[in-house]
């Protein structure tokens, strides 16, 4: 299993249940790596991506504790042991996680590598991924050059369980 996250300088995720900003090229991670595979995420998560709809040619787990929400593009499942139970039918290569921090914080156990988008500003977030650099499970394996969108400098960073 693999994660996509994009961070700020103090590992921040979110702030009252949405995304801290929105960076196209991290979308276009999203895309590049998850078509044709699966992809997981909670209900808010899913309220951000384009339409508020789950990506094309891709199979989407929503994590929702609304038991009435139904989304008939993609898998709903109601908690953590019954989303990992279901993505036993699916070969864990081919499963993204992409947020939110309850997803992240309950299945990055399983996850060998993880692709950051490491934003090099301090947002005031509540939400945030572990910080893999402090952790010993945790080596990065490769960094990008430093890329821009409007004022905002980031790296892309992949990390690789030890």
Do not use: H
Request: charged residues 30%.
């Amino acid at each position: 299993m693999k994660a996509i996250v994009t961070v700020d300088n103090n590992w921040g995720i979110g702030k009252a249940g949405q995304s801290l900003v929105g960076i196209p090229a991290c979308l276009r991670l999203v895309n590049e790596k998850t078509v044709g595979k699966v992809v997981v995420m909670c209900r808010n998560s899913l309220a951000e991506l384009p339409g508020g709809r789950p990506l094309k040619a891709r199979t989407s787990f929503v994590l929702t504790s609304d038991m009435s929400y139904s989304d008939v593009t993609a898998i709903v499942v109601n908690d953590i042991d019954e989303l990992v139970k279901k993505l036993e039918d699916y070969n864990t290569d081919d499963v993204y996680v992409i947020g939110g921090d309850y997803i992240y914080k309950s299945l990055l156990k399983m996850c060998d590598e993880v692709y950051v988008t490491k934003i090099d500003y301090t947002y005031n977030a509540d939400a945030y991924f572990e910080n893999l650099d402090e952790s010993d499970e945790w080596v990065l394996e490769s960094e990008s050059d430093e890329e821009t969108y409007y004022d905002l400098e980031y790296y892309n960073l992949k990390y690789v369980r030890k």
